[in-house]
């Protein structure tokens, strides 16, 4: 699945991948999707094209349609959505997103990217994460523990979908939240019962800002896999 198809699947049912409908929440699931395709060297033409150009081919449609005189601020295509204020609330920018996606295919689609690469090598889903950790400024907008899941979810979702063969992924997957919960009961507090489906949620319960949450699941993630390797 390439990043056109992703964003369909998304379109059909949204509630499937975020639990808020936000247009920065679906942007972090994207790039998270497509850092995956890129560091599998599984990135085609229209995934290069989106990546590299979406933002910009959006500031000209907001010059030809809306103003302009507009500028571009932002790197980001969700913030720049959010900045041109024509939408009255999430729901309808998300719309509006699938649907300039939709114009932005339909003139891009076969058309070759110019400037491929390939990675020496593979990374699977415990590197992602270190790698976010030595600088998470560079590919989170804020540093907010919900853009740190989602965009991890993006990055585990394109493993699974295109069956990349991440074990890391896997375990992660399948048995990081719960996990999490048994750790707060041992270490925090042995009556917190598991609340929310994302864990972004558990960790702000038991953390007092941002930056706390987004720091504790880095050492946690390490005891994870720590554990993880030990079982094996």
Known sequence: MNVK??????????????????IDYLDHLIVGFFVCLKGNNNAVD????????????????????????YEQKYFSWSQTLKDINITSDEIETVKLFF??????????????????????????LREFIKLIQKK?????????????????DGFKGCNAINDFGDDT?????YYFSDWLVRWIQKN?????????????????????????AVALFF????????????RK
Do not use: G
């Open 136 to 152: 998470p400024q560079a590919v989170l907008y804020e540093i907010r523990i919900d853009y740190l899941e989602y965009f991890i």
């Open 169 to 173: 992924a896997v375990q992660f997957h």
């Open 99 to 124: 649907e300039l996606c939709d114009k932005f295919f339909e003139k891009n689609e076969n058309k070759e990217f110019s400037y491929k690469t390939n990675c020496s090598n593979r990374i699977n």
């Open 46 to 69: 229209i995934d290069l094209q989106f990546h590299a150009h979406f933002t910009r081919w959006l500031v000209k449609w907001i010059q030809k349609n809306i103003d302009k005189k």
């Open 5 to 22: 198809e992703f964003i369909k699947s998304i379109q059909k049912n949204p509630k499937m991948f975020v639990d808020e409908v936000r």
């Open 219 to 230: 050492t946690l993630c390490d005891k994870f896999y720590e554990e993880y390797e030990n």
């Open 188 to 212: 925090r507090n042995k009556k917190y019962e598991k609340q929310h489906f994302f864990w972004y949620h558990t960790l702000r319960d038991i953390t007092k800002d941002e930056a706390e």
